[in-house]
């Protein structure tokens, strides 16, 4: 595969995917959904305005793939996975990683690439 290569400047500085698919309560793997997404990636972008975060973006996205983890969210152009359950969570990876550029240590999702399901 060929590189990307240099192009233009990002768009964004720093975008957040925070899984918020929902599954039928029966499924199996379980949703990110069902323990408190949405209401925590709303919170996170809210708080991001009210923090003047420049050139930072945070989506709801469908699912990431590591739904027993879950809530889980990706932060690119890093590559770093988190598992969050509270606003506090949510607030440390914001003004700690997204802003500050530091690693949440406690918060880590650590992906075994060979693990994932399809
Ligand atoms: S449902 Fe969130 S990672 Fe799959």
């Not at 400047?9 to 499924?27: A, I, K, L, W």
């Not at 809210?46 to 990706?74: F, K, Q, S, Y």
């Amino acid at each position: 595969m060929q590189a990307a290569g240099a192009g233009p400047e990002p768009v964004y500085r720093v975008h957040v995917f925070c899984c918020t698919n929902r599954r039928p309560d029966s499924h199996w793997r379980g949703c990110c959904a069902s323990k408190g997404s949405k209401a925590l990636c709303d919170y996170m972008c809210r708080l991001g305005m009210v923090l003047g975060a420049r050139r930072i973006r945070i989506n709801h996205a469908g699912c990431l793939n590591v739904c027993e983890h879950g809530p889980t969210m990706v932060i690119y152009p890093d590559g770093v996975w988190y598992r969050y359950e509270t606003e506090a969570d949510v607030e440390e990876i914001l003004r700690r990683h997204v802003i500050g550029g530091k690693r949440v240590e406690r918060l880590l999702l650590d992906i075994d690439p060979g693990t994932l399901r399809g």
